[in-house]
T-cell receptor, first 114, second 109 residues
């Protein structure tokens, strides 16, 4: 298996633009997680899905952020409009079950909003 | 999810044993203790998990005292490539995975 795949790996955009991050989880994993990592706040859980259904989005910072999972092999995290404070590394992770220690993380997308 | 406390950073030298302690005073009966490792420019990866006493694998050992209010991750004979951030998580199967600040380990030559 190729592991969790994220694209793009790097994204540079200007404030106000829409940004879409993509994730392909490991085949057969029922859970998908989106995290954001910054120096100031560390690794934050934004939202997670179970069988394509959003379960907990309490970590989503504000309405500018939205996440979807149209099928078992694809998820997107969208920021519209983007702001400089959204600059961070965004990780996607997947797991077979909701259990600490079972997550597999992708390589991350490094986002820079100018 | 039980709150954890671990040192912000640690320094070590190649060949030394490194012990990173995590405090989790409010750990629940069903909670497991899990450690993740994150290298620069990569996502975290699981390294070890335990419930009580001692667990050892090819990467590390995990020591958990009887009261389970703390745990110690032990890395034997570290090398430069062990430079990473190490996260301690405490929870059971139903908990989500929320990472703290972790411990930034720097191994020097």
């Amino acid at each position: 298996d190729a592991g969790v795949i994220q694209s793009p790996r790097h994204e540079v955009t200007e404030m106000g633009q829409e940004v879409t991050l993509r994730c392909k989880p490991i085949s057969g994993h029922d859970y998908l997680f989106w995290y954001r990592q910054t120096m100031m706040r560390g690794l934050e859980l934004l939202i997670y899905f179970n069988n394509n259904v959003p379960i907990d989005d309490s970590g989503m910072p504000e309405d500018r952020f939205s996440a979807k999972m149209p099928n078992a092999s694809f998820s997107t995290l969208k920021i519209q409009p983007s702001e400089p404070r959204d600059s961070a590394v965004y990780f996607c992770a997947s797991s077979l079950r909701l259990s600490v220690g079972t997550q597999y993380f992708g390589p991350g997308t490094r986002l820079l909003v100018l | 999810l039980a709150k954890t406390t671990q040192p912000i950073s640690m320094d070590s030298y190649e060949g030394q044993e490194v012990n990173i302690t995590c405090s989790h005073n409010n750990i629940a009966t069903n909670d497991y203790i899990t450690w993740y490792q994150q290298f620069p420019s990569q996502g975290p990866r699981f390294i070890i998990q335990g419930y009580k006493t001692k667990v050892t694998n090819e990467v590390a050992s995990l020591f958990i005292p009887a009261d389970r209010k703390s745990s110690t991750l032990s890395l034997p004979r570290v090398s430069l490539s062990d430079t990473a951030v190490y996260y301690c998580l405490v929870g059971d199967d139903r908990d989500d995975m929320r990472f703290g600040a972790g411990t930034r380990l720097t191994v020097k030559p």
